[in-house]
């Protein structure tokens, strides 16, 4: 039995399944490092247990946004009930400074989450997005400059202490190894995507670059009274795929709704009822 286990086992009471663990809620804070404000939604449901378990949660979006545009970020980050920081790097043009990673070390250190989710390396390499790739860099950075009292030291001068963040947990649809239960969070977590009203807008017209208009006649039930609002048209797609995919997450843990992760440390395959350390 590897150490991983071990501490799975002294932390807390295991109960077993086959093919399945579920570890007893506990407090840990977490944060959501996210490129786009879309990626915290997209594990609003874990961020949502981790803070009725008595937790702290929280978001950091790395690319500017419009104030518009920032409303209904926060928006949908109160109706997840977490805090949300900006980091407003120059979209298309973000590059790994010493700045950028400055901003991201003093929210680690104000608010020294035990755990974070943050992109894939898996899927940021992809072609098409360089400010994913550059993000990726200055998070992974980051978490390991804020337990050096070297990096920024005027921040510890001001007042702040040097944290180590426990685990890193990674969004995986294609490759996960845990599976964090969200099915009694799910109808919040569809609001707060619903708040993400340009992003809704703008996954539209993507999809319409890539699909003919009966893909949507054929998905949505009543097709002829949205087709017009790109708004509503595109709730509409988006909640059928949402669906559909936390459904197929969900089967992966033997649960009914879920969100998959792999966490930088294998640990083979297990359910959560909360992201552990």
Known sequence: ???THLRFLALRRIFIRPLQITVDSMALNVICLATYAVEFVRVGG?????KKAGGWAGAT?????DEEQKDQIREAADILGIDVHFLDLPRGNVWPTVEAKKKV?????????????M???????LPGDPDRVACYEIYRDSISHAARPSFAPEQIDEGLKTHTV?????PSFNNPDCVVDITGFYAKKRKAEDALRFQIVYGLESWREQVPETVFRSLVPDYERVKKDPYELGRSVREIMQNA??????????????ETFRRELKMSVYTFDQLPI
């Open 1 to 3: 039995m590897g150490k």
């Open 46 to 50: 874990t961020l949502m247990k981790h």
């Open 61 to 65: 979006v790395a690319v500017e946004y």
């Open 105 to 117: 070390v003093r929210v680690l250190r104000e608010n020294r989450p035990d755990i974070v989710i």
């Open 119 to 125: 992109e894939d390396p898996e899927s940021v390499w």
């Open 166 to 170: 426990k685990a890193i947990y990674y």
């Open 245 to 258: 995919r936390t459904i197929l997450q969900g089967t992966r843990g033997r649960t009914a709704l879920g």
